[in-house]
């Protein structure tokens, strides 16, 4: 397989210095929830599910609007950077005290072509169940 040739999508954000590293950022056509244990920590009916190809196909993820967050977040220090969305900021959920675990992320100021997701929240999904359902 040549790796030189990538089919572009009009409906796919690529990184501009490798086209092998894209992702794709859709509405949810219905309600999201995220829970921690019982507690229920962001309700949405305007999430976006970002399915992402880069080293690997990585698990589709859920961004939600800040608004629709039902948790405090505390910011924590320190930051990553991916070159498909900019520099990523994480959190802890204040409810849940210190347990030293990043819960969630935000890419508050992404690379122009990933402005889509800028200022959503994400949550890690080896932390935080979610259950997704139609809009009744």
């Not at 030189?4 to 409906?11: I, M, P, Q």
């Not at 629709?68 to 900019?86: E, Q």
């Not at 994400?122 to 169940?129: G, P």
Request: aromatic content about 8%; glycine content about 6%; hydrophobic content about 40%.
């Amino acid at each position: 397989m040549d790796h030189a040739t990538v089919t572009h999508s009009t409906e796919t954000i690529h990184n501009p210095a490798d086209a092998r590293h894209f992702m794709r950022v859709k509405p949810v056509k219905g309600r999201v929830r995220a829970r921690v244990g019982d507690v229920v920590i962001a309700d949405s009916t305007s999430a976006q599910r970002v399915m992402e190809v880069g080293r690997k196909v990585y698990d589709p993820v859920f961004y939600f609007p800040p608004a629709d967050v039902l948790a405090s977040l505390a910011g924590r220090t320190g930051t990553t950077h991916c070159p498909l969305k900019g520099d990523a900021i994480y959190f802890d959920i204040v409810e849940l005290g210190d347990k030293g675990e990043k819960i969630a992320w935000c890419y508050d100021r992404p690379l122009e072509i990933s402005d889509v997701i800028s200022g959503l929240i994400a949550f890690y999904a080896d932390r935080v169940s979610f259950e997704e359902m139609p809009l009744s």
